[in-house]
């Protein structure tokens, strides 16, 4: 998709959140990118100005505001990773919920014995 991996990175939170029905907060991609009130901000200008992005009033609070997928963003990203997001599911489809857990946990426990000290 011709980005960095920060944006990219937003784009996929976005699209993972708004299948589950949940509005995202500039706030919420800056902790789950785990990046500055400023570089959110410069993100959010960026892929706003590239045509992914769309700055709206939260549904639920007059003060906030929420980051919401284009089309153009949504159409972009499945022609760019749909095929490989489906094989993913496809992979998956064979195990159980808690075998999954347990795959995700056990993942989880040697993502950290990776990290320094």
């Not at 998709?1 to 907060?25: C, F, P, S, Y």
């Not at 639920?60 to 980051?67: G, L, S």
């Not at 990773?81 to 995700?104: H, K, N």
């Amino acid at each position: 998709m011709d980005m960095n991996t920060t944006d990219l990175a937003a784009l996929r939170m976005l699209i993972i959140r708004e299948q589950h029905g949940e509005v995202v907060k500039p706030h919420d991609l800056a902790t789950h990118l785990a990046i500055s009130t400023a570089s959110t901000t410069k993100l959010l200008d960026r892929l706003t100005a590239d045509g992914y992005l769309t700055r709206k009033p939260h549904p639920h609070d007059r003060r906030a505001r929420i980051v919401a997928l284009t089309d153009e963003a949504r159409t972009t990203f499945r022609r760019h990773f749909g095929e490989r997001l489906q094989r993913m599911r496809d992979a998956a489809e064979p195990y159980s919920d808690d075998e999954l857990r347990t795959i995700v946990r056990f993942l989880a426990d040697m993502e950290r014995a990776m990290l320094p000290g």
